[in-house]
Nanobody, 119 residues
Framework: QVQLVESGGGLVQPGGSLRLSCATS????????MGWYRQAPGKQRELVAS???????NYADSVKGRFTISGDNAKNTVYLQMNSLKPGDTAVYYC?????????????WGQGTQVTVSS
């Protein structure tokens, strides 16, 4: 079975930094794109950043200039470097992958990692 596992979340002060990792496992033939989403209590889940296997990136306006998404194709792993963190960044961060396993292409999600930025 395909699995995505996030790590690196925690408690950090405003202005601090954090690096999230998303490791994939299972019978993965190829990955078209991976991304990070976040969801705060009472709010909708939103895209934070995404990256294709070719290296094209996309960011939410709220994190441009502060967050950087990167990937390691050999490891099928994606990272999110978060700098200059703000209280508004507090949320559960989820990893997503558009990938192929067997003959099926689909979206897969991790279970999330909590990021808390104190005020």
């Amino acid at each position: 079975q395909v699995q995505l596992v996030e790590s690196g979340g925690g408690l950090v002060q405003p202005g601090g930094s954090l690096r999230l990792s998303c490791a994939t496992s299972g019978s993965i033939l190829s990955i078209y794109a991976m991304g990070w989403y976040r969801q705060a209590p009472g709010k909708q889940r939103e895209l934070v950043a995404s990256i294709t296997s070719g290296g094209r990136t996309n960011y939410a306006d709220s994190v441009k200039g502060r967050f950087t998404i990167s990937g390691d194709n050999a490891k099928n792993t994606v990272y999110l470097q978060m700098n200059s963190l703000k209280p508004g960044d507090t949320a559960v961060y989820y990893c997503n992958a558009d990938l192929v396993t067997g003959s099926r292409r689909g979206d897969y999600w991790g279970q999330g990692t909590q990021v808390t930025v104190s005020s």
